[in-house]
């Protein structure tokens, strides 16, 4: 298995809150991406980085930032939580963001806002 | 806009049918697709992937996808069900990012 550690795995915070969601990789890839995952809509992409320092947003950025100041971690950032917000949350690397590339995952933070 | 298309949120068989999980993408998503299973409390992992040549493609667990370009679909299919194949499934493109559909839940009755 990939070595991908999201911490924390289960979080209960309150509206208005800030939260932080980590994700560590010891596979040295370069891609890491966060995404959020609701029922009925799949996995959908909040951003990704492609290098240390090097980020983007994806199609649901609205409310989140990110940092990766070292390879092996990417840190998810809710400056001010919203009930919205509540969902499972996903990290996934890749070696690759080619066409050949395959995402591993990280086995997800559950994330309640209430 | 490029996307994908799970048709059915939930599939039900019985153990020991055939298994067909639809994905229709749309003609602008370049043809590099896959497809991404999820067992309960898990992460994803790659079922298979299609890049270039053969269109048929077979992946783990016995599963395998046609590419099929004539009728912008690629379905997930396996001759014969088993109780541990009950999952989510997730079919999906990627061009420099990775975009997957909203997913077919699979239900395997004994």
């Known amino acids: 298995d990939a070595g991908i550690t999201q911490s924390p795995r289960h979080k209960v915070t309150e509206t208005g809150t800030p939260v932080t969601l980590r994700c560590h990789q010891t596979?040295?890839?370069?891609?890491m991406y966060w995404y959020r995952q609701d029922p009925g809509h799949g996995l959908r992409l909040i951003h990704y980085?492609?290098?240390?320092?090097?980020?983007d947003k994806g199609e649901v950025s609205d409310g989140y930032s990110v940092s990766r100041s070292k390879t092996e971690d990417f840190l998810l950032t809710l400056e001010s939580a919203t009930s919205s917000q509540t969902s499972v949350y996903f990290c996934?690397?890749?070696?690759?963001?080619?066409?050949?590339?395959?995402?591993?995952f990280g086995e997800g933070s559950r994330l309640t806002v209430l | 806009a490029q996307s994908v298309t799970q048709l059915g949120s939930h599939v039900s068989v019985s153990e020991g049918a055939l298994v067909l999980l639809r994905c229709n993408y749309s003609s602008s998503v370049p043809p590099y697709l896959f497809w991404y299973v999820q067992y309960p409390n898990q992460g994803l992992q790659l079922l298979l992937k299609y890049t270039t040549g053969a269109t048929l493609v077979k992946g783990i667990n016995g599963f395998e996808a046609e590419f099929k370009k004539s009728e912008t679909s690629f379905h997930l299919t396996k001759p014969s069900a088993h109780m541990s194949d009950a999952a989510e499934y997730f079919c999906g493109y990627n061009f420099n990012k990775f975009y997957f559909g909203s997913g077919t839940k699979l239900n395997v009755k004994p």
């Open positions: 596979e040295n890839h370069r891609y």
């Open positions: 996934a690397i890749s070696e690759s963001g080619g066409a050949t590339g395959e995402l591993f």
């Open positions: 980085s492609y290098g240390v320092k090097d980020t």
